[in-house]
């Protein structure tokens, strides 16, 4: 997710240029915050309810990452839009889609990670 921020602002929208203090320190702030973000995804996408209702992996990452997604938009927006100016409804509309997509990302790798490195295999499990 780090990283597709990273492409999404530094090289797509070239956000990281109209930075006024040290990207050094922003780029560091900006990966302990995707940290955080990590791991409020991956407890989202443990969360029992989720688990009981959605069994496969993968599909549950991409709801997870789909919520976490959202909710990180909107809060992005209401703190955002308060300190910026000529917003318009384009720019609101492609930014949540961003947000969610990137959460998303990560919501599909947990799944897979969680696929392929943790769920054990029975046939492995009951050999003889």
Not at 24 to 29: E, K
Not at 67 to 83: D, K, R
Request: hydrophobic share 55%; charged share 10%.
């Amino acid at each position: 997710m780090y990283v597709a921020f990273y492409f999404w602002h530094g090289v797509f929208l070239n956000d990281l240029n109209r930075i006024s203090f040290s990207k050094a320190l922003f780029l560091g702030l900006a990966a302990l915050v995707y940290l955080v973000i990590s791991f409020l995804l991956y407890r989202t996408y443990e969360s029992k309810l989720l688990s009981k209702y959605i069994p496969h992996a993968i599909f549950r990452g991409v709801v997870s990452g789909f919520m976490i997604g959202f909710v990180l938009f909107a809060l992005v927006t209401v703190l955002g839009i308060s300190f910026t100016k000529n917003v318009n409804f384009t720019y609101i509309i492609a930014d949540c889609a961003w947000q969610i997509a990137e959460q998303v990302i990560g919501g599909v790798i947990i799944g897979l990670g969680k696929l392929i490195i943790f769920e054990p295999i029975p046939e492995l499990i009951h050999r003889d």
